[in-house]
């Protein structure tokens, strides 16, 4: 599998992941042409409002046009983001349009049969999210690790993107949840998100034994590969487990 299948792979799978969030949100829209993806969770903080070049355009001009009018129709703050490479004349026309260039996104890759094992955590049990209770605790860690208000954690990450195939995970430590992961797949691929330990439990193998379990279901299933976007903080966990680079993707700021 070259570089460039796993790009495609990690675009198809986060492009996806996209759909279902802002379609699922409750006050959120999906608009998708021309290689254009605008996907608005519908709430004021700019990551979750994401415009998203999905293929080279012939009219770059008019993708960034269109995606700050659609996020200025709706008073939003949002982050354009592209595949570094893909197509140089958006970068250059998001600078021209006022977007303002900010921490790139990386993604990360690996083949699952190059998957390289690691330790479990015997005294956590993972359970797949079923139910209300469930979905809480996901969100709970979710928002406790981001910093985020958990009313916003549940405006988009509520029980409609569950029903639209992303699968949330929440490990348990005496009944207590102590770490999150989410699944989703896209043909054979195995998309990681939402990989979050309680910030007291941080670097005692939570994350990784999460994101294994996850792997081992997105296998079950006919996956080869998977991707996921690496935090600073989880960069060094998953290029022990395997993963490499396979994608940046710039991102411009509305200002």
């Known amino acids: 599998m070259t570089d460039d299948d796993l790009a495609e792979r990690g675009d198809a799978n986060l492009f996806e992941s996209w759909r ?3 379609s699922a949100a409750a006050s959120g829209h999906v608009e998708e042409a021309d290689g254009l993806l605008l996907a608005s969770c519908g709430v004021p903080v700019g ?3 994401g415009a998203f070049i999905t293929c080279p355009t012939d009219r770059p001009g008019h993708a960034v046009s269109r995606s700050v009018g659609y996020f200025g129709e709706r008073d939003l ?3 354009l ?3 570094e490479g893909l197509d140089r004349r958006v970068e250059a026309e998001a600078r021209a349009a006022g977007l303002v260039p900010v921490e790139p996104l990386p993604a990360m890759a ?3 049969d190059e998957l390289r094992p690691r330790r479990t955590v015997r005294s956590m049990q993972i359970r797949a999210v079923r139910d209300a209770a469930g979905l809480r605790d996901h969100v709970s860690l979710l928002v406790a690790a981001f910093g985020v208000p958990f009313e916003l ?5 509520g029980p ?5 195939g992303l699968r949330p995970y929440v490990g348990y430590i005496d009944g207590a949840p102590v770490a999150t992961a989410a699944l989703l797949v896209t043909g054979s691929t195995a998309g990681i998100y939402n990989v979050a330990t309680a910030p007291y439990l941080q670097r005692r193998g939570l994350a990784g034994a999460m994101t294994l379990h996850v792997l081992a279901q997105g296998a079950e299933e006919g996956c080869v590969a998977a991707i996921l976007q690496a935090s600073s903080m989880g960069r060094r966990l998953y290029e022990l487990m395997g993963f490499r680079d396979s994608a940046t993707y710039l991102q411009f700021a509305s200002p």
Request: net charge positive.
């Open 20 to 22: 279902i969030m802002a």
């Open 110 to 112: 690996v083949q699952l």
């Open 153 to 157: 954690g549940m405006s988009v990450m």
């Open 81 to 83: 983001r592209i595949r």
């Open 160 to 164: 409609g993107v569950v029903a639209k």
């Open 77 to 79: 703050p949002f982050l």
């Open 47 to 49: 990551p979750f409002n």
